[in-house]
């Protein structure tokens, strides 16, 4: 008689290493994510600086946590609320923050997204600074307030 080995992925635990093994060392998988607009090819991400709806829809989306993979923060909140996320008022492991924009002389000022990973600590690709996942203080140490924290009954499972 031969043994079946039964294995269940741990989700929230698995979710979690996801998001902060992201920001270890250099990680340029996120930096460019190439379109055509108006019949110009262009590089939306901006080689970063708009990168971070697209790395956390990117996790979000290998985790079956969201229906697909988004360029912008509208698209990943819109995906988030369509796919059982709700917006709760304090910060778990694991929840999706979005920050309020930066001021911005020449552009349009953006939301901004990450992971909340604990202790005052979030998971967001660095916009202004690494142009790549970075971990950092959950308000950039006061310079940028939380706008919504967005929660998955799914990873009260795990």
Known sequence: MSHMTKVRILKKKSYLAMIRNAAKGENHIFRNLWASVDGEVRDINKNGELACGFFASAILYLNKLIGDMHAGVAGLERDLSASGWMQMPEL???????????????????????????????????????????????????????????????????
């Open 92 to 158: 778990r492991d694991g929840a999706v923050i979005i920050w309020k924009p930066r001021p911005s002389a020449d552009e349009t000022p953006h939301l901004h997204a990450g992971f909340y990973v604990g202790d005052d600590h979030a998971v967001s690709n660095g916009s202004n600074s690494t142009l790549m996942p970075e971990e950092h203080h959950i308000t950039y140490d006061g310079t940028r307030s939380i706008v919504r924290i967005w929660w998955h009954p799914a990873l009260d499972e795990s």
